[in-house]
């Protein structure tokens, strides 16, 4: 086993979450060795025609990881890991955090195909496809922004990536919309934490009456201006906004989720040309952050 390969424990729980063979002459030989060779793709964000020979060819791994980028798989399997983990009560959902980092565009992530791609053997092209392919200039030049909700033990529940000059605050909702836990009994899926926390960004008067409609509590201070902006309409601004500042120390957590997520290579650099690509690219390290735990 190599550096930074899925170990025989992390191994036993992802298999029974992979596609499975069908009928004679199954498309897949081994998943593990293709596996780590994504992961290590995504640990050195390497080119992917520099893959060491260990993990079999090249092509495989880049193939397989685009399919089930499109097809859903990863989403899947993501979504089956945090199952597992809820039910051994391992998610900690006292406290979300929600947050977003900017990530910077390799050149090699420009120069994408205007015709929309579509999933091998389908006619329909990818349920994460975007128009403009999730690529933005701002100051840095072209990047891509990640927006995601993070549980209490500095995992990540949900991911989002959009161009990098859009904000925070209209993303809230979309992100809080794919926290989907399958229970294990059957039943509809956990979707709402115990408590939510986000800085000034997400301080908006749709954002909190959405999150008071849900009955979520949440912890998110309110700007100056929006402040003063209250203030200044008097008894038609609304009753003061709740702040706790001993729960908003937690915010901490997602930080540290974001940075457990860009140290790989891959993720903190993006060389994805398609944003379906990349998105597959940042849960596959989802993926893999709920399986170190």
């Keep these: 086993m190599g550096r930074g390969d899925l170990s025989d424990a992390q191994w036993a729980r992802l298999e029974p979450h992979l596609p499975k063979n069908v ?7 081994c998943h593990r060795k293709v596996i780590n060779g994504i992961l290590f793709r995504q640990r050195t964000g390497i080119p992917w025609r520099d893959l060491p020979t260990r993990f079999g060819k090249w092509k495989t791994c ?4 685009r399919r089930w980028a499109a097809d859903g798989t990863w989403e899947n399997v993501l979504r089956a890991v945090q199952t597992d983990a809820d039910a051994k009560e391992r998610i900690d959902w006292s406290m979300v ?4 980092t900017t990530c910077r565009a390799h050149q090699h992530a420009a120069g994408a195909r205007r015709r929309p791609p579509r999933i091998p053997r389908k006619r329909i092209p990818p349920a994460q496809h ?3 392919e999730a690529l933005g200039r701002s100051r840095g030049g072209l990047t891509t922004k990640i927006h995601l909700a993070g549980d209490g033990g500095c995992r990540p529940l949900a991911v989002l990536i959009t161009p990098g ?8 909702i979309p992100v809080l919309e794919r926290v989907r836990v399958p229970r294990p009994g ?19 008067r749709c954002n909190r009456r959405y999150l008071r409609r849900r009955q979520i509590k949440h912890t998110i201070p309110e700007p100056r201006n929006q402040r003063a902006n209250r203030q200044h309409r008097g008894s038609r601004g609304g009753r003061p906004t709740g702040f706790d500042k001993t729960l908003y120390k937690r915010r901490n957590e997602v930080e540290r989720t974001i940075n457990a997520l860009k140290g790989f290579r891959a993720v903190a650099t993006r060389f994805d040309k398609r944003a379906y690509i990349f998105q597959g690219t940042v849960t596959v390290a989802a993926i893999r952050l709920w399986l170190r735990s």
């Design 130 to 132: 975007r128009p403009d």
């Design 23 to 29: 009928g004679r002459g199954g498309r897949w030989k």
């Design 62 to 65: 880049h193939d397989r990881h």
């Design 165 to 172: 000059q859009w904000g925070d605050a209209p993303q809230l």
């Design 186 to 204: 059957g039943g509809h899926p956990r979707t709402r934490p115990d408590h939510l926390s986000g800085d000034k960004a997400y301080s908006s």
């Design 97 to 100: 955090g929600i947050d977003s």
